[in-house]
């Protein structure tokens, strides 16, 4: 029987900074996706990272929840990811 060694690249636990998450997510926020996740016989395109970022740590015995970001997203309406540069230009 065949072993197959697997070796991930991820960051060491100490590259995983607030900052750094908020980036990455808002880089992802950006881009648009298939929201039927190729169910459909078309694309939907849009928009699917929005209102907030959760950090959830489940431990033995203990969970904590710490809300990293949040952003102006409504409930109901479409994800606008560049909402907040529109309304910071605006005034």
């Known amino acids: 029987m ?5 070796a991930l690249l991820l ?15 808002e880089e992802g926020r950006r881009c648009p ?10 694309p939907v395109m849009g928009y699917s990272i929005g209102g907030c ?4 740590a489940i431990v033995a015995g203990a ?8 952003w102006p997203d409504e409930i109901g309406q479409r994800i606008d ?6 309304v910071a230009a605006a005034a």
């Open 81 to 86: 990811p560049l909402l907040k540069l529109r």
């Open 33 to 42: 996706n298939d929201l039927t996740c190729g169910e459909a016989a078309k």
């Open 2 to 6: 065949r072993r197959l060694a697997v």
């Open 53 to 56: 970022i959760q950090h959830v």
């Open 63 to 70: 969970m904590t929840s710490q809300a990293l970001h949040e």
């Open 11 to 25: 960051p060491l636990p100490e590259a995983f900074t607030v900052e750094a998450v908020v980036a990455a997510f």
